[in-house]
């Protein structure tokens, strides 16, 4: 009695690290995958960074991939579709931001620009290591979470979360030493 192997499954040969099976991967399950993030997304834009995404974790997960669960089809639809509601749950968590008022663009956006403060805090932001700066404007600039920005800039959590609390410092005593040296200022004058 002759054993046969079964052939391995798309996935199956994607988790087993071969190039050539991502690629058989994006050409077969790509429409499948771009019609879900089309549908839950509102601009073809963000459609396209969320197949992205959900390509990156179909190919994390295949490994995962279990044909006597479900069909390869199945187990695509559940990552894209899980990928895309977690988007929404994102999208739904931060706060929506108004558009400047056009009175606020003209002649008052030279006086905001020429403001100490805004002087003060961009050249503590410049100051920074480039890793610091890059993850304090996504956390305050962008309103990421710790885990978005882990994602994105692909660091590890942690250290995204040593990053921005190290910068938080650093514009902080920056702050500070320009207080002080305005206030010995204004002493000596």
């Known amino acids: 009695m002759a054993l046969t192997t079964l052939p391995q499954s798309l996935l199956g040969r994607v988790a087993a690290g071969d190039p050539s099976a991502a690629r058989q991967c994006i050409a077969e399950y790509g429409p499948l995958v771009w019609s879900i993030a089309r549908r839950m997304t509102p601009s073809s834009s963000e459609a396209e960074d969320a197949v992205q995404e959900i390509f990156i974790e179909l190919w994390k997960h295949a490994g995962r991939y279990d044909p006597a669960q479900a069909s390869e089809p199945a187990f695509v639809t559940m990552i894209a579709r899980r990928r895309m509601i977690d988007r929404l749950r994102r999208a739904e968590r931060r706060p ?94």
């Open 96 to 189: 929506q931001l108004k558009p400047m008022p056009d009175s606020l663009v003209g002649e008052q956006h030279d006086a905001i620009e020429r403001c100490a403060e805004a002087s003060l805090a961009a050249s503590a932001l410049a100051a920074l290591d480039p890793r610091q700066r890059k993850v304090l404007t996504l956390a305050i600039g962008h309103g990421m979470t710790h885990a978005e920005i882990s994602e994105l800039t692909e660091m590890p959590i942690g250290t995204v979360k040593s990053l921005v609390r190290r910068a938080l410092v650093a514009v902080r005593k920056r702050v500070v030493d320009f207080g002080e040296s305005v206030e010995r200022r204004s002493d000596a004058g």
